[in-house]
């Protein structure tokens, strides 16, 4: 038997709103480069050397650093040591309760209070210790339940980032 035209039509819809609750929160990027640094001479990088502060930042530290590694490999940078490195690399992690209105006609005071991170990545000269880049992701933290959708949604924020790395 064949559906009904209104089956069909409620299977799209039920569809349709299932595709929007797992669509992930958008993901605001802002990238800022010191002027006139030649990335293209710095192809050597590290990870500053640096301790989790809290359980959470412990748990997400590595998936971040993995992500980038990914990433700068693909762009032909290089993980060195410390020592050897032309360009240092220091992620922040930042989470903080924020407020929002939901009603646009504030007729009725409907607040709802939802979780924001940021992920910062820097790259520092070694030497002179100066921002020779920096990223920034700010997004909603909502619906990460289990490691893997965790892992996924650092994987999504640090791509956003590293889109704009090198700066042309």
């Known amino acids: 038997m064949l559906p009904t035209a209104l089956q069909l039509t409620l299977r799209t819809a039920l569809a349709a709103a299932a595709l929007a609750a797992c ?3 958008k993901i ?3 990238t800022n480069a010191a ?9 050597t990088y590290a990870w500053l050397p640096e301790a989790p502060e809290s359980d959470r930042e412990a748990e997400v530290m590595p998936w971040v650093r993995a992500a980038v590694n990914r990433d700068l490999a693909g762009k032909g940078y290089q993980l060195v040591p410390f ?13 903080a ?23 910062i990545l820097d790259f520092i000269d070694p030497l002179s210790r100066t921002i020779l880049w920096r990223g920034v992701a700010t997004t909603e933290i909502k619906g990460l339940d289990t490691d893997e959708a ?3 949604r650092v994987d999504e924020v ?11």
């Open 23 to 25: 669509s992930s929160p």
């Open 97 to 119: 309760e924020r407020t929002r209105t939901n009603d646009p006609y504030y007729a009725v005071e409907l607040y709802e209070t939802y979780e924001e991170g940021s992920m």
């Open 158 to 168: 640090v791509s956003a980032i590293m889109d704009r790395f090198p700066p042309r």
């Open 35 to 43: 002027p006139a640094v030649d990335f293209d001479a710095k192809r």
């Open 150 to 152: 965790r892992q996924a």
């Open 83 to 95: 020592d050897e490195a032309s360009m240092v690399v220091e992620e922040i992690l930042i989470a």
């Open 28 to 30: 605001v990027v802002t």
